[in-house]
């Protein structure tokens, strides 16, 4: 596109350097290079944007293994905690939940409602780990089979990644938005749906950290 309006002027200045005046051709010359300015920061909006998405790709890939494997977990434990229904119903309930709001996030990367429900089941879903963990902290033999060891080791791999890729997400949502905000691309942004993205934020402020499952 840039080459096009390149490409007219260069017509437009041949075929009017003998009929038009100078101050028209001061007033083309402003209009096309107010275009291409815009045409600039369209393109890097695009740019931004799309980048944010990719890693939120990153995110969703890391929150499916991390559901696919809460339920193994449940399966593993359940036989030692036949007497702990109600904790290990509210991890798949809490997890269910999660894995809806991941895939509407999913759907819309950066939408404020979206994000704001995946981060909240986030932080249910991570209260009610940490309540089973509590829970399994009373079953020596159960901390020490071999099975729940290669989970432990497996969700604790997940959860990393799944840190550093929400990281990744907030860090490029934050170059999005700043590009959005700035002067004079907040005056286009809007006009062409470039709206605020919102960052994967945590409810509580200790999983900050990357988490760790213990057993």
Do not use: C
């Amino acid at each position: 596109m840039d080459q096009i309006l390149l490409t007219f002027i260069a017509q437009a200045e041949t075929q009017t350097s003998q009929s038009m005046n100078p101050t028209w051709i001061i007033i083309l010359v402003v209009i096309v290079g107010i275009a291409l300015a815009v045409i600039g920061i369209y393109n890097s909006l695009v740019t931004l944007r799309n980048r944010y998405k990719n890693a939120f790709s990153q995110i969703d890939v890391q929150l499916k293994r991390r559901y696919d494997l809460i339920p193994n977990l449940v399966e593993s434990v359940k036989g030692y905690m036949k007497h702990e229904r109600e904790t290990l119903e509210a991890v798949i309930k809490a997890r269910n939940i999660a894995a809806t709001a991941a895939a509407a996030a999913s759907a819309s990367p950066g939408d404020p409602s979206a994000m704001g429900q995946l981060s909240s089941a986030e932080g249910a879903l991570k209260g009610a780990m940490a309540r089973l963990m509590v829970v399994v902290e009373r079953y020596p033999e159960l901390k020490a089979n071999e099975n729940m060891m290669a989970l432990q080791e497996e969700l604790t791999s997940t959860e990393n990644k799944v840190s550093f890729a929400r990281q990744a997400y907030n860090d490029a949502v934050m170059a999005y938005n700043t590009k959005r905000e700035v002067f004079p691309n907040n005056l286009f942004a809007g006009m062409f749906g470039f709206t605020e993205a919102k960052l994967f934020e945590v409810d509580d402020a200790t999983e900050r950290n990357a988490p760790k499952v213990q057993f």
